[in-house]
């Protein structure tokens, strides 16, 4: 299968790899995926006292779709606030990225990292976890 | 040295320019029907093909008569198998096979069962090898085929084909062998083997894609199936169809060729993928996939634990080789071979196959360790579970949200 050219550039040069301190209560960690199926995300955000992302990394095991899909979300999370961030959703990652219908679970988990990163912080700073309703494409 | 570089001759083999050479004739000025009996154009085809025809017999200790072509394995192992047991079922209705067989076997086997047979799967053991003693716990008065690949495609690693023909034989039922990887390979031999029934394929050895054959014993015991396409007869109407002639010719130059290098030719290969793996598994947390004694002299299969398979194909754009991962699967189930070695689904993900072959050279080889160890290296520094692996948690302790 082809990979289109951003996937191909987020997988060669990827944005953001990297580890933020867990136990900072600035920081909130997504850890998404399993090791069994082949995907494993961990998406970390550092946030401000104005609610306002500072700081994105990401690493990731998977596949080059796995890889560009939470690169590119480092990227799109990073001067957001939280609250936009929240908004972010896997279908403007598939179109972003091109991605083929084989690897729109990619994105899905990438979203799931958003959130699983944001309602880490959220709890950490005793706010309630924001509850997803959302029915993924 | 030219890029990519091609370690996937498990999956095709480039064709041998001597081969083509010795086909191009047939397809314009021999371009005969070897079925015309009447004239010279006939006969010229005819001759080429019974020449193919000792060509094959030889390289596999057989006798020219019990060469069967056909379009390639797949169509060999449907054969053999559907047409044993259509022939056979008023002896018996049962088969037994293995997990790790191509899907050619495994789903002929369903076929079979839909049809009113029973196929009993039998598992391996950890290293890919059948367990004799289940194979022979496994023999019922009814089991009229066993059927045992010689060397598995995904791992390389060889069955001990001729215990398994004891056993099926001791029992009373027909052997019949894929050996699809192995014919050309090492050296496969139907009488020292005791082998009833074999597929092999032109285009896993230097020849043509679309051609292969099935090797069916004409004595002690003779031998006989069912054809599984209607049509003129040929093949001792065992299979119709007017013959490949130019595709029979290569398959017999292929089979000619790998007889004559054979021998030199796996000790060239077996070093040069000793050498690979020597390296490969230098890494840390590495490891070679099925045993490592029975094995093909071309094939290592490598997990590199921590990092996914397709995403590493992926820094590996230089090599052409396959994974065991099958991220593109709307299951997302990886390879069904290593799953049945007891590997776990995460190491199956994990698994790159390297298959060398006659123009695999040794620059090559050594450009490939550089670019995997690269890949690995580039990955593993993107790898969360790299990450916790080296703070030493244990992966098993996390509850993984499956997805």
């Known amino acids: 299968m082809a990979y289109s050219d951003k996937v191909i550039d987020h997988y060669t040069n990827p ?14 960690t997504g850890l998404v995926g ?13 946030v401000d006292d104005n609610n306002v992302i500072t700081d994105a990394k990401f690493k990731t095991f998977g596949c080059g779709s796995a890889i560009a899909s939470s690169s590119l979300a480092t990227e799109w999370l990073k001067g957001k606030s939280i609250d936009d961030a929240m908004k972010i959703d896997n279908m403007d990652i598939v179109e972003e990225l091109a991605l083929p219908p084989v690897k729109i679970h990619c994105s899905v988990l990438a979203e799931d ?25 | 040295m030219n890029i990519p570089i091609y370690l996937d001759n498990n999956a095709t083999t480039p064709m041998d320019p001597r081969v083509l050479e010795a086909m191009i004739p047939y397809f314009t000025q021999k371009f005969g029907n070897a079925a015309s009996r009447n004239h010279a154009f006939g006969w010229v085809a005819e001759e080429a093909v019974d020449y193919a025809r000792e060509q094959v017999a030889k390289l596999i200790g057989a006798s020219e008569k019990e060469i069967i072509f056909t379009s390639g394995a797949t169509e060999s192992d449907n054969l053999a198998i559907k047409g044993v047991f259509e022939m056979y079922k008023d002896k018996g209705n049962h088969i037994i096979t293995a997990v790790t067989e191509h899907k050619a076997v495994l789903d002929a086997c369903k076929h079979v069962e839909k049809m009113g047979g029973k196929v009993t799967y039998l598992p391996v ?6 367990d004799l003693a289940q194979l022979e716990a496994a023999m019922t008065p009814e089991t009229i085929l066993v059927s045992i690949m010689y060397g598995n495609n995904e791992i390389g690693v060889i069955q001990p084909v001729k215990e398994i023909a004891a056993i099926a034989h001791k029992h009373g039922a027909l052997f019949m062998t894929d050996a699809t990887q192995a014919v050309g390979k090492i050296p496969v031999d139907v009488n020292a083997d005791g082998i009833d029934l074999l597929a092999l394929s032109a285009h896993k050895m230097y020849g043509p894609k679309g051609v292969g054959a099935l090797y069916v014993r004409r004595k002690g015991p003779r031998v006989k199936v069912t054809a599984q396409m209607d049509g003129g007869g040929h ?7 007017t013959l490949n002639v130019p595709g029979i010719v290569g398959l017999g130059k292929a089979c000619e060729i790998c007889l004559e290098e054979m021998e030199s030719e796996a000790k060239r290969l077996s070093a040069l993928r000793d050498k690979l793996q020597a390296a490969l598994t230098q890494l840390e947390e590495s490891y070679v996939n ?23 194909m992926m820094a590996m754009k230089d090599l052409a080789v396959s994974s065991g991962s099958a991220c593109t699967s709307a299951s997302l189930e990886p390879s069904y071979v290593l799953k049945s070695l007891g590997l776990s689904d995460d190491l199956a993900h994990s698994s790159i196959r390297f298959g060398l072959g006659r123009f695999t050279t040794e620059e090559e080889v050594d450009y490939a360790v550089e670019v995997t160890r690269k890949a690995v290296t580039h990955l593993r520094e993107l790898s969360p579970l790299w990450e916790m692996f080296k703070e030493g948690i244990d992966l098993n302790s996390i509850e993984w949200a499956e997805h």
């Open chain 2, 125 to 130: 053991k950890e290293d890919g090898l059948v």
């Open chain 1, 15 to 28: 944005r953001n790899v990297g580890t933020l301190d867990k136990s900072s209560h600035k920081v909130g």
């Open chain 1, 34 to 46: 399993a090791p069994e199926c082949g995907d494993v995300m961990r998406l970390q955000i550092q």
């Open chain 1, 113 to 137: 990292a958003i959130k699983a990163a944001i309602n880490d912080y959220r709890v950490k700073n005793g706010l309630a976890p924001i509850e997803s309703e959302k029915v993924h494409h």
């Open chain 2, 290 to 312: 099925g045993n490592v004694d029975h094995r093909l002299p071309h094939v290592a299969n490598i997990s590199f634990k921590y990092v996914e398979g397709e995403g590493l």
């Open chain 2, 235 to 241: 093949e001792r109407g065992m299979r119709s169809g």
